[in-house]
T-cell receptor, first 113, second 113 residues
Framework: GENVEQHPSTLSVQEGDSAVIKCTYS??????FPWYKQELGKRPQLIID?????GEKKDQRIAVTLNKTAKHFSLHITETQPEDSAVYFC????????????FGTGTQLKVEL | DVKVTQSSRYLVKRTGEKVFLECVQD?????MFWYRQDPGLGLRLIYF???????EKGDIPEGYSVSREKKERFSLILESASTNQTSMYLC????????????FGDGTRLSIL
């Protein structure tokens, strides 16, 4: 089955700096890659997703890049703010099979003032 | 807005008890999922369902079963609770048409004493 590895497990940045979280996947048939943000005590919420027919997607300060050949994708957060502090999860899935997602183990991002 | 509701935020049970965790979604989604979330391990899929009365094992189904008698409701059952099932349980749902984002409930923190 699919295996998703996520790095780093913890990341500390100064407010205003950029943060990058990287994930690799094993199944070349995977074609959908969402990113979730989970604040302390709250549910995971989708922040951005990308499909395999595009290489990059951007939404304000958040961007995701996908390299299908290398089977890795990354989340980029620019101009980080304290409210960006949370755990971020990457995931991968392929068409069919009930849209089952395989998640990475998460990155604890801390934005320091 | 998608609403996924889990019946309890906190639950305390004793070893050997039969435990039911309930999840209801209001978006007529075909797919529903049960995850377990433990520190450092991310979200691990227990079971999922892509239609009424249909179920598929996820990555860690041992010790669990599920029931989906109605489209909007997906129940997770711990047949005989054990202390190693103490965890945060998250329910999610998604549309069945192509790869679609999963929407999560607030979670149930289950403690088995």
């Amino acid at each position: 089955g699919e295996n998703v590895e996520q790095h780093p497990s913890t990341l500390s940045v100064q407010e205003g700096d950029s943060a990058v979280i990287k994930c690799t996947y094993s199944d070349s048939a995977s074609n959908y890659f969402p990113w979730y943000k989970q604040e302390l005590g709250k549910r995971p919420q989708l922040i951005i997703d990308i499909r395999s027919n595009v290489g990059e997607k951007k939404d304000q300060r958040i961007a995701v890049t996908l390299n299908k050949t290398a089977k890795h994708f990354s989340l980029h957060i620019t101009e980080t703010q304290p409210e960006d502090s949370a755990v971020y999860f990457c995931a991968a899935s392929k068409a069919g099979g009930g849209n089952k997602l395989t998640f990475g183990t998460g990155t604890q991002l801390k934005v320091e003032l | 807005d998608v609403k996924v509701t889990q019946s309890s935020r906190y639950l305390v049970k004793r070893t050997g008890e039969k435990v039911f965790l309930e999840c209801v979604q209001d978006m007529d989604h075909e797919n529903m999922f049960w995850y377990r979330q433990d520190p450092g391990l991310g979200l691990r899929l227990i079971y999922f369902s892509y239609d009424v009365k249909m179920k598929e094992k996820g990555d860690i189904p041992e010790g669990y079963s599920v029931s989906r008698e109605k489209k909007e409701r997906f129940s997770l059952i711990l047949e005989s609770a054990s202390t190693n099932q103490t965890s945060m349980y998250l329910c999610a749902s998604s549309s069945g048409y192509g790869n679609q984002p999963q929407h999560f409930g607030d979670g149930t923190r289950l403690s088995i004493l």
